[in-house]
């Protein structure tokens, strides 16, 4: 309330009410950051996680994709989009974006890993199709 603008206030709420595991209020609160300030990447990029955990993955994309228009090289971006399509079945989609989060920073926490995981599960699932 004292200073409408501020960013990254905003942004830590979403991510302290996600983590409390408030994901309604989350959104709640992202939605309303964006209106004042609606070409901030951070906030989209919360408000995606938040709407993933909600299985909102639509509009979850849609938020993912837009903060990367403006922020293109954001590796935790493209890995939490990753994470999503990986979720929602899109593995493919899945696949294209832990690569290019991992050519942007092979050392981003977890990316290898759930990489790893979805690569197995490509491979079981081409050796299981006749």
Known sequence: MLKPDHSLA?????ILLDNTGNQDQAELIGREALKLLPNDHT??????NVLGKLQKYKESESFFLHALEINPN???CHGNLAVLYHRW?????AKKHYELSLKLDPE???TRDNYNMLRRKLDQLKHSTP
């Open 10 to 14: 905003w942004n830590n709420m979403v």
């Open 89 to 93: 079945g899109k593995l493919e989609l």
């Open 108 to 110: 981003a926490p977890g």
């Open 43 to 48: 906030i989209m990029f919360s408000l995606a």
């Open 74 to 76: 954001a590796a935790s």
